[in-house]
């Protein structure tokens, strides 16, 4: 038989059983401060102390409570030199600026530990480890935030804000029943993000092998002359990108066309013109304006970014910044040579050929690449077997990240049900 509740006339707790209270945070938690940079650049490998930043606490959240591996470390001496604050182990770490702080990330250090003056650490006092953690994750931090240019913690705030207080056995047996229930979900988790994985390298694949080796394996074969294809089909050509494509320059002075547009995990998707998230210009009369079929290649921050995807196709008239390069091909079918470049940039082809300081391109240099020829037939017949064979990967992926998404609402309604007395552990 479950115990009876009262309303604690807190929003976010609402009813607790009888046996629980109300307290705030401040009672049972001490803030220890980051302070000081990162000593990555310093070439610290080992050390008495790891040292993590906030992106280490979120690799942590996706991975596991406990954390004790960094990349880098501090040693004694240098903790001491640089006053950097020693977190005790079992404390629970936080990013306290920007958008890390946002996303509620959060983790357990099982060591002693340092981190910079962009996290800091809760220190558990006469509160369950576990019980703690999985409390903080349900506390959203944006409720604390200061506003301004970069959003940060108010610590005042979130040390004055009530908590629900359960008998410690109580918390320890929420603490255990969570770690358990919680690694059978993120198990799951794992398992169909693997599958994800494997579903887009298969695409990737797929996409790269029918672009450089067309889909009649029993064709001849010769040699292509770039080193990362290899043979080609005997019938097919290699030319320069000029020969296919021409930069589209058309801006947007006058200011008619509002239709925003941005690349984006290699998808040309819309953007509300009008919104103040992100850096947008106080102009877009120097944007570029775009057609459909119009091939985009970003060409900034090779030597830092070696991540993102950095093309994409246009379904759509609309405009663009000018940073990035606008292809119009003028020969063949458009979204084969989309496909085509799509799959250099696999490769990242892209990279070896950028200059200066932020290692960019510019069309002038990019459109000397050597690109892969077939028939125009050949690139229809080629467009189409990817535009269906894509069309069904990408729906099974869909589905996949729609179970995770499943996953991660049904976990995060499981702790906040438990943490607030909502269910009991039987």
Request: glycine content about 6%; charged content about 25%.
């Amino acid at each position: 038989m479950e115990s009876t509740r009262k309303d604690t006339q807190n929003t976010w707790i609402g009813k607790i059983p009888d046996s629980w209270t109300l307290k705030r945070l401040k009672y049972h938690f001490t803030i220890i401060g980051g302070n000081g940079f990162s000593p990555e650049y310093q070439g610290n490998e080992y050390g008495d102390y790891p040292f993590f930043k906030a992106g280490d606490i979120s690799q942590a959240y996706a991975f596991g409570q406990n954390i004790s591996t960094s990349p880098n470390w501090v040693t004694r001496e240098l903790a001491t030199i640089e006053r950097y604050n020693i977190i005790p182990a079992k404390s629970i770490l936080l990013p306290k600026i920007g958008e890390a702080m946002r996303k509620n990330s959060r983790a357990i250090t099982s060591i002693d530990c340092c981190v910079d003056n962009n996290c800091q650490a809760l220190v558990p006092q006469n509160i369950d480890i576990y019980y703690a953690y999985y409390l903080l994750r349900c506390i959203d931090m944006r409720w604390f935030e200061n506003y301004g240019p970069v959003p940060s913690l108010n610590n005042q705030k979130l040390l004055n804000t009530f908590i629900p207080y359960p008998p410690l056995e109580v918390q320890e047996q929420i603490g255990k029943w969570l770690n358990k229930k919680c690694a059978e979900l993120d198990s799951l988790s794992s398992d169909i993000q693997k599958e994800v994985e494997t579903l887009e390298a298969y695409k990737r694949s797929l996409i790269t092998e029918a672009v450089t080796k067309g889909l009649n394996k029993s064709v001849p074969m010769k040699d292509s002359d770039i080193p990362w294809v290899g043979k080609i089909p005997a019938s097919w050509n290699v030319k320069p990108l000029f020969l296919v494509a021409q930069e589209r320059k058309n801006p947007n002075r006058l200011l008619l066309e509002h239709n925003l547009l941005s690349l984006s995990y290699g998808r040309i998707v819309q953007k509300d013109i009008n919104t103040n998230e992100g850096l947008l210009p106080a102009s877009f009369s120097t944007y570029n304006i775009i057609e459909k079929n119009d091939i985009v290649i970003r060409p900034t921050d090779l030597q830092n970014d070696k991540k993102s995807l950095r093309t994409g196709f246009s379904t759509m008239h609309g405009i663009i910044t000018s940073a990035y390069i606008t292809l119009k091909i003028k020969e063949g079918v458009p979204q084969y040579f989309h496909y085509l470049l799509h799959s250099y940039d696999l490769k990242k082809v892209f990279y070896n050929m950028g200059n200066g300081v932020r290692q960019g391109l510019n069309y002038s240099e990019f459109c000397k690449l050597m690109v892969i020829i077939p028939s125009e037939p050949e690139q229809l017949l080629i467009t189409r077997y990817l535009n269906s064979k894509c069309s069904e990967i990408d729906s099974i992926i869909f589905s996949k990240k729609q179970q995770l998404e499943t996953l991660t609402t049904y976990k995060k309604s499981l702790i906040y049900e438990y943490v607030t007395g909502k269910k009991e552990v039987k």
